[in-house]
């Protein structure tokens, strides 16, 4: 069994001048790069829920702000690596489909047909998934509590549309899957539709692209005199330049603590931290008013213990816990300004309503 799995780790030769990367490599490389959003847009929310002045538009804006952190990122790995953020994190490179048979080294940069295709599928597709992704969330809530008549045509037509997504989304990924089967069984020179449509494939970094990335330095400036315009565009480009370095060194330096970000708040740690790091239930107010007037607790904790009946519409005081109807304790907190049963001061603005799944 072990000799008929090899090849799905094992390094196997390129033809075209380069060792094409295992499954899990170009797999792995993926999953970074979709662990980076939802960890940002976390820091995001948090960052907006503490400063709605100041970072809420950070907020409201985030997809095309990550847009715009994805662009300048991506640019500039394409352009001195010859590959993208998380590829050459997993020293990968993207050399033409069709080509020399040595291909250029990694410093070079690819061809400008490829890289805009390249940079144009890395920033827009995920960028357009997602927007889709919310809008159908969005119509979905609006389905559940649509004030739209049954037989009007927007109705029709978004009813229409949740109804075709799923078969969408199914043929996106099986899309996908199948295109990575035929990567692992080698009838494929890429795991990704996208790096087809990108007229690209994946290599991995030989001695010599590392020592050409190593060597490649920015050239010093001429002492000739520059033109204005020459100024300005050197400064705008060196500016970017430094913008996208100082980005990518950051995101290469946190990566782990973003994807430990994405794991720590992904739904199904949630459960675990809960069970974890629940509370215990507090216990009642000691202090029990036991004076003329005051109310005793029934044994049945469903019944109030104003009426002595069954609660109806369920309402908690703040200032003491306890539960009571709510006609019975507004008009009681009303009369008294206290808790009926611990004799608490007590105003109206310290009823809570409770609800529960079955209302």
Same mark, same amino acid.
């Given at each position: 069994m072990a000799e008929l799995g090899a090849? %799905?780790?094992?390094?196997?030769? @390129?033809?075209?001048?380069?060792?094409?990367?295992?499954?899990?490599?170009?797999?792995?490389?993926?999953?970074?790069?979709a662990a980076l959003r939802p960890a940002l847009r976390h820091l995001a929310k948090v960052l907006a829920e503490s400063n709605p002045g100041r970072f809420g538009c950070l907020w409201r804006w985030f997809d095309e702000a990550y847009a715009v952190l994805e662009l300048l990122l991506q640019q500039h790995y394409l352009a001195t690596c010859s590959a993208s953020f998380s590829e050459n994190f997993y020293s990968l490179k993207r050399v033409p489909l069709e080509g020399r048979e040595r291909p250029a080294l990694a410093a070079a940069g690819l061809?400008?047909?490829?890289?805009?295709?390249?940079?144009?599928?890395?920033? %827009?597709?995920?960028?357009?998934?997602?927007?889709?992704?919310?809008?159908?969330?969005?119509?979905?809530?609006? @389905?559940?509590y649509s004030i739209h008549p049954p037989s009007s045509s927007w109705k029709r037509f978004y009813k229409a549309f949740l109804a075709a997504y799923p078969f969408v989304h199914m043929t996106w990924e099986g899309w996908f899957l199948i295109q990575q089967l035929c990567y692992i069984?080698?009838?494929?020179?890429?795991?990704?539709?996208? %790096?087809?449509?990108?007229?690209?494939? %994946?290599?991995?970094?030989?001695?010599? @692209?590392?020592?050409?990335?190593?060597?490649?330095?920015?050239?010093?400036?001429?002492?000739?005199?520059?033109?204005?315009?020459?100024r300005v565009q050197s400064a705008a480009r060196r500016a970017?330049?430094?913008?996208?370095?100082?980005?990518?060194?950051?995101?290469?330096?946190?990566?782990?603590?973003?994807?430990?970000? @994405?794991?720590?708040?992904?739904?199904?740690?949630?459960?675990?931290?809960?069970?974890?790091t629940a509370l215990p239930t507090p216990p009642p107010p000691v202090h029990l008013d036991h004076g003329e007037g005051s109310v005793l607790l029934p044994k049945l904790k469903t019944v109030c213990p104003?009426?002595?009946?069954?609660?109806?519409?369920?309402?908690?005081?703040?200032?003491?816990?306890?539960?009571?109807?709510y006609r019975c304790v507004y008009s009681y907190v009303k009369a008294h300004q206290r808790c009926p049963v611990t004799g608490y001061a007590t105003e109206l603005q310290h009823l809570v309503k409770l609800y529960s799944p079955e209302s």
């Amino acid at each position: 069994m072990a000799e008929l799995g090899a090849h %799905l780790t094992a390094p196997p030769a @390129d033809g075209g001048g380069g060792q094409r990367p295992s499954v899990f490599e170009a797999v792995a490389q993926e999953s970074l790069t979709a662990a980076l959003r939802p960890a940002l847009r976390h820091l995001a929310k948090v960052l907006a829920e503490s400063n709605p002045g100041r970072f809420g538009c950070l907020w409201r804006w985030f997809d095309e702000a990550y847009a715009v952190l994805e662009l300048l990122l991506q640019q500039h790995y394409l352009a001195t690596c010859s590959a993208s953020f998380s590829e050459n994190f997993y020293s990968l490179k993207r050399v033409p489909l069709e080509g020399r048979e040595r291909p250029a080294l990694a410093a070079a940069g690819l061809p400008k047909k490829q890289h805009w295709q390249s940079l144009l599928l890395l920033v %827009l597709v995920p960028y357009l998934k997602g927007k889709l992704e919310r809008l159908v969330a969005s119509l979905r809530e609006e @389905d559940e509590y649509s004030i739209h008549p049954p037989s009007s045509s927007w109705k029709r037509f978004y009813k229409a549309f949740l109804a075709a997504y799923p078969f969408v989304h199914m043929t996106w990924e099986g899309w996908f899957l199948i295109q990575q089967l035929c990567y692992i069984l080698g009838k494929a020179q890429h795991h990704s539709p996208l %790096l087809r449509l990108a007229g690209v494939r %994946l290599v991995r970094l030989t001695a010599e @692209d590392i020592q050409s990335l190593q060597r490649k330095v920015p050239v010093p400036a001429s002492g000739q005199a520059h033109s204005i315009k020459t100024r300005v565009q050197s400064a705008a480009r060196r500016a970017l330049g430094g913008i996208a370095f100082s980005l990518s060194s950051g995101l290469a330096v946190s990566v782990f603590f973003l994807q430990f970000l @994405d794991w720590w708040y992904s739904s199904e740690n949630q459960e675990t931290i809960k069970s974890l790091t629940a509370l215990p239930t507090p216990p009642p107010p000691v202090h029990l008013d036991h004076g003329e007037g005051s109310v005793l607790l029934p044994k049945l904790k469903t019944v109030c213990p104003l009426c002595r009946k069954i609660r109806v519409n369920a309402t908690a005081l703040s200032t003491s816990g306890f539960v009571f109807c709510y006609r019975c304790v507004y008009s009681y907190v009303k009369a008294h300004q206290r808790c009926p049963v611990t004799g608490y001061a007590t105003e109206l603005q310290h009823l809570v309503k409770l609800y529960s799944p079955e209302s």
